[in-house]
């Protein structure tokens, strides 16, 4: 009767450490998820403290912090007629390139297909993978929903350098134009 329930002990012990193992992927793709979908109400949901205001825009602490990150912000910039918004996560920092491509690719795994509910619309963002070159010291993925209704808000995935450091981003934003695309001419 012992042996039995040190046994049980055991093997539910070893199913919850395994079943704890497992979300994390999951965990980030929800908690990304629910960000993109707070895109519509401008991330109002997880609109923290103010940290930075500057002129032309301001940097608030997001309330939601995607599994991974080191830190999660929204910022708001001031535009003529309406503000607009956009959202980042530090998700790494390192000096070691290769750890940063590794982090970079595994992000890539984890963003591409995402699917998301907005508007009641489902959306699922895509991108195409392309191996970073260290000597540009920048790489980028956009992940686009492909539907009309949502056609300027972007997923990206983001691989920089700063100072000494390779650091991997993901931001969340709404295109405002194509770069071809005139603005609206305003004449006085």
Request: glycine residues 6%; hydrophobic residues 40%.
């Amino acid at each position: 009767m012992k042996k039995c329930c040190i046994t049980t002990a055991l093997l539910l012990t070893c199913l919850l450490f395994w079943g704890q193992a497992i979300p994390v992927k999951n965990s980030f793709r929800s908690d990304l998820s629910k960000v993109v979908g707070d895109y519509s109400n401008q991330f109002r949901s997880f609109l923290g403290e103010l940290l930075v205001e500057n002129p032309q825009s301001a940097d608030y602490r997001s309330l939601l912090n995607i599994s991974g990150a080191e830190e999660c912000i929204i910022t708001k910039y001031s535009a003529v007629g309406k503000s607009i918004f956009s959202w980042q996560a530090l998700m790494f920092r390192t000096g070691d390139w290769d750890a940063a491509v590794k982090k970079y690719k595994s992000l890539f795994g984890s963003i591409n297909n995402l699917s998301v509910s907005l508007e009641q619309t489902n959306l699922v963002f895509k991108g195409a993978y392309s191996k970073p070159a260290e000597e540009l010291k920048f790489s980028s993925i956009i992940f686009s929903p492909g539907r009309k209704s949502a056609n300027k808000l972007r997923v990206e995935l983001l691989l920089e350098t700063e100072l000494m450091n390779w650091i991997v981003k993901i931001l969340i934003y709404e295109k405002e134009k194509e770069d071809d695309e005139r603005g609206k001419i305003i004449e006085h």
